[in-house]
């Protein structure tokens, strides 16, 4: 193992900010044209600098093959000096420094008919966003299942684009879940976790993805394992 600081990692790159826009209330989209070719995995991070020393990762939920820029999914975090600059400076045609690629939470291709349990929460759709539209974009034939939990029903974003992959892939669900009760039916009532499991008791020899709430992805991990899912088939990106 190597551990580096953020400011002493080997490539740095300047994109350019291509669009900005709120995705809710919270989570700012972020599209950034990197200024060279740039390789990457949907699901997989960078390091977005503020400045030489100040920087945080964020998930791509961006697919190189579909997506013309990365794609950044930011929480607006009070006090976060990374977030609450992006949120309250940044604009369209400015240009930043981020890094190369990196992480391990992406869609490899083969087993094909392997099934997928995707579980997030908040900000954490962003790299399972990407790693749905690359399964599918490489013909996955399996089932594709998608938790998403918030509190509320405010927290939830790109829902719209989500039901549209649902309607056109027969493979693919879309299961917003929230723990405040609502009485709303569009939306299953619970922690996420526990509604996935509900509806999944059974994981063997499932794929499995977790990203968002670090509380959430190791309780999910050790629930996802005891449930039959191999140790080698469990992606995690906690933040």
Partial sequence: MEIVLAKNAATRIAARVAAIEYLNAEILGIRLKPAQDFNYRAGQFISLFKDEDTSRCYSLASVPSLDDELFLNVRKIPGGLVSGWLSSELKAGDTLTISEATGDCFYVTGKADQDILLIGTGSGLAPLY??????????????????????????????????????????????????????????????????????????????????????????????????????????????
């Fill in 130 to 239: 990407g790693i749905v539209r690359d399964a599918l974009l490489n013909g996955h034939a399996g089932r594709i299942r998608l938790y998403h939990g918030n509190y509320n029903a405010a927290g939830f974003y790109l829902a719209e684009e989500l039901r549209r992959i649902e309607r056109t892939h027969p493979n693919f669900s879309y299961i917003p879940c929230v723990s405040e009760a609502n009485g709303n039916d569009s939306y299953a009532q619970g922690m996420v976790l526990d509604i996935a499991l509900r509806d999944n008791p059974d994981l063997t020899g499932w794929r499995v993805f977790l990203c968002g709430n670090p509380n959430m992805v190791t309780a999910a991990k050790r629930e996802a394992y005891l449930s039959g899912a191999a140790i080698k088939d469990i992606y995690a990106d906690p933040f």
